[in-house]
T-cell receptor, first 113, second 116 residues
């Protein structure tokens, strides 16, 4: 079956540091890949997505590239802000009619001033 | 921007009681979902709903759970007899069937269910 593995958190960084959160996946076929973010007390928000190999999703300074050869979709940001503190979830959706999402366990990011 | 609305935002119920969680999906979406997140754990798929019937469900979605779309607008999750381990954040999501590989999920902000 499908699965998503994320690095364990929490990840603790100082403001303006470089961020990488690793994500690897197992899936049959050609899944779509997503990063969701959950700010404290809020629901899940789509941060970015990529739907085919070598696609780069980007939003709010975050980027992730769909690497089929390494089955990875690592999240990066060049300079984090305190407001980026949240839980980040990597997820995939296979190409089927109903397309349920399979999530990783989430990685908490804590950014200090 | 269209959004998925969930009510209530927080519900406390006694063990053994029935609860109904409500969701209003985006109006032109065709697929509807419930996911849950037990505190500190990953978000888990519960059930998907399409064309007025369940299309897929996980092993979590046992006979205590049911879903319906009673009026073409609301999408509800009912837990018949709540257990302590049902305490979680429940997320509703809806999706339209876009181009191949382009799946547009929208999640609601969740209902936090606390069973005491």
């Amino acid at each position: 079956g499908n699965s998503v593995t994320q690095m364990e958190g929490p990840v603790t960084l100082s403001e303006e540091a470089f961020l990488t959160i690793n994500c690897t996946y197992t899936a049959t076929g050609y899944p779509s890949l997503f990063w969701y973010v959950q700010y404290p007390g809020e629901g899940l928000q789509l941060l970015l997505k990529a739907t085919k190999a070598d696609d780069k999703g980007s939003n709010k300074g975050f980027e992730a590239t769909y690497r089929k050869e390494t089955t990875s979709f690592h999240l990066e940001k060049g300079s984090v802000q305190v407001s980026d503190s949240a839980v980040y979830f990597c997820a995939l959706s296979d190409y089927s009619g109903y397309s349920t999402l399979t999530f990783g366990k989430g990685t908490m990011l804590l950014v200090s001033p | 921007e269209p959004e998925v609305t969930q009510t209530p935002s927080h519900q406390v119920t006694q063990m053994g009681q029935e609860v109904i969680l409500r969701c209003v999906p985006i109006s032109n979406h065709l697929y509807f979902y419930w996911y849950r997140q037990i505190l500190g754990q990953k978000v888990e798929f519960l059930v998907s709903f399409y064309n007025n019937e369940i299309s897929e469900k996980s092993e979590i979605f046992d006979d205590q759970f049911s879903v319906e779309r009673p009026d073409g607008s609301n999408f509800t999750l009912k837990i018949r007899s709540t257990k302590l381990e049902d305490s979680a954040m429940y997320f509703c999501a809806s999706k339209t069937k876009g181009a191949i590989g382009n799946y547009g999920y929208t999640f609601g902000s969740g209902t936090r269910l606390t069973v005491v």
